[in-house]
């Protein structure tokens, strides 16, 4: 099983989020657009995870407490920069996400998962590049959204997901729920 720890954006940001997508994806072939229903903000990246071990991850993350905060989702951008972009995506401010993923961290590194080596920089990806690189007409174009406030959100629950791959590209089920 592909697995992530993730949390879900409102319905009203994803949809201003996918009508950036919708204003920008006509001027670029080189980059491929995340689907509207799968936008999600990615706290811990698992990897491939066998089922059995699935308790255990359970275990580990339902012991988590942790204050509700609030997200506000503001401007676009390119990593790893705009010379060779290859994500597009939304920014955000949120003070104490990055200390929520260390937490997460923390608590999965005894089951076997390593700890993130680059620091944590909370975003939402909207496209990657389909090969190398993203054209500069994507970046010209997203230049109008660099200070755009898109809304904010009270996060108080953070989720399991499974990911499956498919041709036309991925799926992502939701598999747990845990209220901060």
Same mark, same amino acid.
């Given at each position: 099983?592909?697995?992530?720890?993730?949390? $879900?954006?409102?319905?009203? *940001?994803?949809?201003? *989020?996918?009508?950036?997508?919708?204003?920008?994806?006509?001027?670029?072939?080189?980059?491929?657009?995340? /689907?509207?229903?799968?936008?999600? !903000? @990615?706290?811990?990246?698992?990897?491939?995870?066998?089922? +059995?071990?699935?308790?255990?991850?359970?275990? /580990? *993350?339902?012991?988590?407490?942790? +204050?509700? #905060?609030?997200?506000? =989702?503001?401007?676009?951008?390119?990593?790893?920069?705009?010379?060779?972009?290859? =994500?597009?995506?939304?920014?955000?401010?949120?003070?104490?996400?990055?200390?929520?993923?260390?937490?997460? $961290?923390?608590?999965?590194?005894?089951?076997? #998962?390593? @700890?993130? +080596?680059? /620091?944590?920089?909370?975003?939402?990806?909207?496209?990657?590049?389909?090969?190398? @690189?993203? $054209?500069?007409?994507?970046?010209?174009?997203?230049?109008?959204? =660099?200070?755009?406030?898109?809304?904010?959100?009270?996060? $108080?629950? !953070?989720?399991?997901?499974?990911? =499956? *791959?498919?041709?036309?590209?991925?799926?992502?089920?939701?598999?747990?729920?845990?209220?901060?």
């Amino acid at each position: 099983m592909r697995l992530f720890i993730a949390v $879900d954006l409102p319905n009203e *940001l994803r949809e201003q *989020l996918a009508q950036v997508q919708r204003e920008l994806e006509p001027l670029t072939r080189t980059a491929r657009w995340v /689907a509207p229903a799968s936008i999600h !903000i @990615t706290l811990k990246f698992l990897g491939e995870v066998p089922e +059995k071990q699935l308790e255990a991850i359970h275990t /580990a *993350l339902t012991g988590l407490t942790w +204050k509700a #905060f609030t997200i506000t =989702v503001r401007g676009v951008g390119f990593f790893p920069g705009n010379r060779s972009p290859r =994500v597009f995506w939304a920014g955000m401010e949120a003070p104490t996400m990055q200390s929520l993923a260390e937490a997460l $961290d923390t608590r999965l590194e005894p089951l076997g #998962f390593e @700890t993130e +080596k680059r /620091a944590f920089r909370p975003h939402i990806t909207l496209a990657r590049a389909r090969n190398s @690189t993203i $054209d500069s007409s994507l970046g010209t174009a997203a230049s109008r959204y =660099v200070e755009r406030a898109f809304g904010s959100f009270t996060v $108080d629950r !953070i989720y399991l997901f499974q990911s =499956v *791959l498919k041709p036309s590209g991925a799926v992502y089920h939701r598999l747990k729920e845990y209220v901060l």
